[in-house]
């Protein structure tokens, strides 16, 4: 199971850092799963909130990947009628990658067209804007994130680590995901 989780300036922090902890977790407890972060070029990449990472690879030189994660945040607005980006997740799509999103990552998808006539979320700020950008996406605003076989979106920064959970139950088993969840020590209870 080979892993890319996309970073670019302006990512949000949590939206790729919660699932990469988890997918990291899994990998930690099965070693024939591989994780990479990856980048439009090589280079320091600044996060929202001013994070900077070296990306592992680069987009010409990833290769073949089973899961993509398109994070969120602010940084995705550039990409949007980015043909570049367009090009690049479509391709990614067709070669039989299962593409995830996490927040605002989903504008990117719905640009390029891969949420058209399917169910989808993003966060909640941007339900509109999602609609917009597709054809006949049908926006569900309630749902932290939705899985539509080949391409799945969550809704805000937490619903990464929520989707990431999924995605470990979906390919690995839910016991696998349960495993995970707990060496994570992951239990949801908000104090407020």
Known sequence: MRIAIHVFDGVEELDWV????????????DETVEQVTVAREAGVVRCAKGVEVVPTTSWAELGPVDLLVY???????????????????????????????????ALVYADAGLLDGRPATTHWRSLDLLAELGRDIEVRPDDRFVDDGDVVTASGISAGIDVALHLVARFAGVERAREVRRNMQYDPEPPV
């Open 71 to 105: 994070p969120g945040g602010m940084g995705t607005r550039g990409h949007l009628g980015d043909e570049a980006v367009r090009a690049w997740v479509r391709d990614r799509h067709a070669a039989g990658t299962t593409m995830a999103s996490v927040c605002t990552g």
């Open 18 to 29: 919660g699932p990469w902890e988890v997918f990291g977790v899994w990998r930690q407890l």
